[in-house]
């Protein structure tokens, strides 16, 4: 029996994934009234991106044959609508594109509109909804009346034109809700949203986000921002008296804290503050330290404040003694610490265990400067503790004994809940709090950060039922949620913004940080609770500005779905990501505080964390009672989740699943449990989701970009699974490259390149794959995925390299130059979206543990190893014959540096690294006159022994004389030894030097030896 047909989506034929991501990205950097200061959540998906998915995913494309031509009539007279409104309302136009203003300003001349009657006018209208979508995608349109009526009209004649039923909206589900990004989205574009998910805090955020604010609006933010004073005062009334002010009126806002040791050295002993910079204030304009004083006699190191004037450093307290060559670095470098007393290292195993057997010593920290702002007086001030600082700090010492030896209530009790246990290679490597020996939250904060966030808590759970209208006291509770991530002990100062930065702030990943900063949440400044209030009400305030028909949420493992068969006309969900983000042990560090404050029963949840055990993640330590998570876990369980939804999704509805990983794994698993959940791919689009110009890790594939993946039910219209279509294996095959040749071009056109291009490849792989029930061989054997997805790289790899090299697959270069090229195209960006994506933030190490010390030093362009093997196996390379290129180990290769292959091209004696950069040399010859060579590397070759093998190895031996210097022997070694006649070296040396990361220096070597050729005559 043949498919049923349906009419494609527009997200089955196009999408202006460019102009989308740009506003994906820019929405990064957006705060003020952005769900994400809400409330944290891990690896929020922009609302951009969601937004114009979902619009794409419920309008049919008018230029497909099946598209209802109810649709495409009312659509045309919606846009055409917009199109005037657009050409006569400045404001309005101002949101527009140049390109789509454009058009608008066309439509209206054009009178006629749209020929709905030819092909081109249904293209062109399909074209007219793509660019609403890209304007709408753009957060400054995103409350725009025009911009939400257009799209709530096309929603809505979207829905009755496929067979809704008139009056009723759609109804877009997604149980993996998280932070909601995808139900607020389905809302505001005109469609009823129901979100799920198994996480308390998450299914709360979604409560406040699609419930609260569309029911109370405007009003609800007054009350937030009201009640938030009457709670600052309550508050007050008990903490008021350990914070206090200064005696000049000062407003102490942040204390500096380090953890300490005692010195290992033999006979000393003192005691080490752990600092890692001594830096207080690093500005352009601005620059204030503290400097140790090591006092051996007393067995401790005292401080003072340093200030940076125009004729040099001076002493804070007298300007007039100046300070000769200050110190900036700090007492601990990777985990190892030296006593400024002795001189004495003592290593980080050790650091690490005298703060476990203090339980990582929060409590006994050394507190060493205290930042204050003024009244009159603009900036932040710095100061040494005084008397009175250290005696506030016994007293909240003294209260918070006394409070907690009077409660027999377990929610007035400081979080003796168990930390993260933070083993293994999954989702739960993000913790290390437990080899600090923080074995409990507690242990995670001062003694007066816990009373300040018992109290605060205690006041909003005994408002429950009294004056407070209860969505007002949630809120607030959410407030809370905000001061806890800037007032824990993981809290650092950050000495370009002289601000406090979060202890989470939305990494996978919460690091102990050795040297940290406690807010003053009454100070008026970083952390402050009238601030976190304002953060809150600004959001509800602009989602009001939308004004939302309220939504569903529920709390619900996504396994157990809570609604009926065929209830949903979209499934579009942002399921976890493999083993990137652990949510449930990073949502327990506010689990602990919002449930000592809202009530369990709001919370609709009982247990002491959140759950654990249906969560669906790569976790490889047993974690709440759970079994280990491995990736059969992960791929059932999804799989599970997965033909769950599939049933409460229409036969003939749609689903996106939006996806990012690193690992080939990860992909193959999440792709498995589609297809075996019964889902088809009909496609897949990339957008990218990170703010530009962050620095992306060059020695790892890291993604910009978020794949969302476009599925139908593989259904009967009865809702039965099809399982009588087979494919058969050699068509599937023929059809792939073509498949391949076809969109990758389409992708690079989009700036899509690398890893975020290779898994953007996926959906149009498997669409073909998928369309069948099963694929099988000549011989009756069915054929795996896995082994389909081998097949995908290849073709993949192939297109790749044919498109470096402008020709076909690498014009007979040898696979050492095919290999390093797909290589550095895997790990390329494309330029524009170079984050890493995905919310999977790479944070430098704030434990500075010797591990990471070692993986920095490592260099190269590393790779997942699978992928590695892949996109080898693709091209037809040997890894195993490359050991001189590339090194492998565990789960890791890595493409070696050139200058790491000195010894393997020159010969072990020849190649020296030098002691130290040479400087500029102008060497004697014409061409170097003219081009003066520029000796930046650290290779010293005083001779050519051999001549390399391959065009590769005689690349980089050039690259390597230039990198020294040594431009006769490069001259020699390009003309003479006739190296520069090989037309592949040149095409092999222009495709790497745009492939090497700019700034690398293998890039600048290439450069230089390109710069070479026409002065050398090639
Ligand atoms: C990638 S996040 C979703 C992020 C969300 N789209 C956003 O923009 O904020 C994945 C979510 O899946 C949830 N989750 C994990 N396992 C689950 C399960 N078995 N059932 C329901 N939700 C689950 C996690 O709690 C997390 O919120």
């Avoid at 959140?610 to 369980?637: C, L, M, N, T, W």
């Avoid at 978020?706 to 259904?715: D, F, G, K, Q």
């Avoid at 006769?968 to 030097?993: I, T, Y």
Wanted: hydrophobic residues 40%; neutral net charge.
């Amino acid at each position: 029996m043949n498919p049923p047909e349906f009419p494609k989506r527009l997200i089955e034929v196009d999408l202006p994934i460019r102009r989308i991501s740009a506003h994906a990205r820019r929405e990064k950097s957006i705060r003020h009234g952005h769900i994400s200061t809400l409330h944290i959540w891990w690896a929020r998906r922009p609302l951009a991106a969601c937004r114009a998915v979902i619009c794409a995913a419920l309008w049919p494309d008018p230029a497909d044959p099946l598209c209802p031509s109810e649709f495409r009539a009312a659509a045309a007279e919606i846009i055409l609508k917009f199109a005037c409104q657009a050409a006569w309302n400045k404001d309005l136009a101002g949101h527009c594109s140049e390109e789509t203003w454009n058009r608008w300003m066309g439509l209206t001349k054009s009178r006629s509109g749209f020929d709905l009657e030819t092909k081109a006018g249904r293209f062109h209208l399909r074209t007219a909804l793509l660019d609403f979508i890209a304007d709408f995608a753009n957060w400054d349109s995103s409350t725009v009346p025009e911009y939400l009526e257009t799209s709530r009209a096309l929603t809505q004649v979207a829905h009755e034109a496929l067979g809704g039923v008139p009056g009723t909206r759609p109804l877009v589900v997604d149980p993996f809700a998280g932070g909601g990004s995808i139900p607020l989205e389905a809302l505001r574009v005109g469609s009823d949203a129901f979100a799920s998910d198994l996480n308390p805090v998450a299914v709360l955020l979604n409560k406040v986000m699609l419930e609260y604010i569309p029911k109370y609006g405007q009003s609800l933010a007054d009350e937030v921002r009201i009640w938030g004073e009457w709670i600052k005062k309550e508050a007050l009334k008990e903490l008021a008296e350990f914070y206090p002010k200064d005696s000049d009126g000062a407003t102490p806002i942040a204390y500096l804290w380090a953890r300490t040791i005692q010195c290992e050295g033999p006979g000393c002993g003192a005691e080490v503050p752990l600092v890692r910079s001594l830096w207080l204030a690093k500005k352009a304009n601005r620059s204030i330290a503290l400097q140790l004083v090591p006092l051996p006699a007393q067995k401790r190191v005292n401080f003072q404040i340093i200030i940076k004037q125009i004729d040099g450093w001076a002493c804070q307290t007298n300007p007039k003694s100046k300070i000769q060559n200050p110190k900036f670095e700090g007492t601990v470098k990777r985990g190892s610490v030296t006593c400024p007393c002795c001189g004495y290292t003592t290593p980080a195993t050790q650091m690490r265990k005298q703060l476990s057997a203090r339980h990582g010593g929060t409590r006994d920290a050394r507190l060493l400067c205290v930042v204050t702002t003024k009244d009159h007086g603009s900036g932040r001030f710095y100061r040494l503790p005084l008397e009175k600082d250290f005696s506030t700090v016994q007293h909240a010492h003294s209260e918070l004994t006394k409070q907690q030896a009077g409660t027999n209530d377990p929610l007035a009790e400081v979080p003796h809940e168990p930390t993260p246990e933070g083993k293994g290679k999954g989702a739960g490597r993000a913790f290390s709090q437990r080899n600090y020996g923080m074995e409990t939250f507690a242990d995670a904060y001062t003694e007066r950060q816990l009373l300040t966030l018992t109290t605060l808590a205690r006041i909003l759970r005994e408002s429950r039922g009294k004056k407070m209208p209860e969505t007002v006291r949630i809120l607030s509770c959410l407030a809370l949620g905000r001061v806890n991530d800037l007032s824990m002990s993981l809290c650092r100062w950050l000495t370009s913004l002289e601000a406090i930065a979060a202890a989470n702030g939305g990494q996978n990943r919460m690091p102990v940080v050795l040297d940290f900063v406690e807010a003053n949440p009454f100070g008026g400044s970083g952390g402050d609770w009238l601030g976190q209030i304002d953060w809150i009400a600004r959001v509800v305030e602009h989602i009001h500005a939308c004004s939302l028909a309220p939504g569903t949420t529920a709390c619900s493992p996504a396994q157990n779905p809570t609604l009926p068969n065929d209830s949903a006309d979209a499934l579009i969900t942002d399921p976890p990501y493999y083993d990137a983000f652990p949510y449930s042990d990073l949502s327990d560090f506010f689990f602990i505080w919002l449930k000592r404050a809202v009530g369990m029963d709001v919370l609709d949840y009982d247990g002491d964390l959140v759950p654990k055990g249906e969560e669906a993640v790569v976790y490889d330590v047993a974690h709440g009672g759970s079994e280990i998570k491995d990736r059969i876990f992960f791929q059932r369980e999804m799989t599970r989740a997965f033909s769950r939804w599939r049933d409460v999704t229409k036969p003939s509805g749609i689903g996106i699943v939006v996806f990012a990983n690193k690992t080939t794994g990860g992909w193959e698993s999440l792709i498995q449990s589609i297809i075996d959940a019964g889902w088809t791919a009909t496609g897949s689009w990339p957008i990218d989701t990170e703010r530009p110009n962050r620095q992306r890790a060059i020695d790892s594939a890291a993604l910009g970009s978020s794949v969302h993946l476009i599925c139908r039910p593989r259904e009967h219209p009865d809702g039965s699974v099809r399982t009588d279509d087979i494919g058969d294996w050699r068509d599937v095959l023929a059809e792939l490259p073509l498949r391949i040749h076809d969109w990758m071009p389409r992708l690079a056109e989009e700036g899509v390149v690398g890893a975020d291009a290779i898994f953007a490849c996926l959906g149009p792989a498997l669409e073909i794959f998928s369309r069948y029930s099963r694929v099988e061989k000549a011989s009756g054997e069915s054929v795996p995925l896995n082994e389909y997805l081998e097949q995908v790289w290849a073709a993949v790899s192939r297109e790749a390299l044919s498109m470096i090299f402008e020709g076909a697959e690498g014009s007979g270069l040898e696979e050492d130059a095919r290999l390093t090229a797909m290589w550095l195209w895997t790990l390329s960006t494309g330029g524009e979206g170079n984050g890493n994506g995905n919310g999977e933030e790479e944070t430098p190490d704030e434990e500075e543990g010797e591990s990471t010390a070692k993986s920095k030093s490592a260099g190269g362009y590393a790779l997942e190893f699978d992928a590695a093997r892949k996109i080898a196996q693709g091209l037809g390379v040997h890894m195993d014959r490359l050991k001189a290129l590339v090194e492998i180990k565990g789960d890791t290769a890595r493409l070696l540096p050139v200058a790491e292959r000195a010894d393997y091209l020159f010969g072990k004696e020849t190649a020296q690294p030098t002691q130290k950069r040479k400087k500029k040399q102008i060497q004697p010859t014409l061409f170097q006159m003219l081009e003066p060579v520029e000796s930046v590397g650290s290779w010293d070759i005083p001779s050519i022994s051999k001549i390399g093998e391959t065009a590769l190895d005689r690349l980089h031996q050039t690259m390597l004389l230039f990198a020294g210097g040594r431009s006769e022997a490069l001259k020699r070694f390009l003309v003479e030894d006739g190296v520069g006649s090989d037309a592949r070296f040149w095409k092999l040396a222009q495709a790497l030097s745009a492939l090497y990361p700019s700034g690398s220096d293998e890039k600048r070597w290439v450069d230089g030896v390109l710069a070479r050729k026409k002065g050398l005559g090639f």
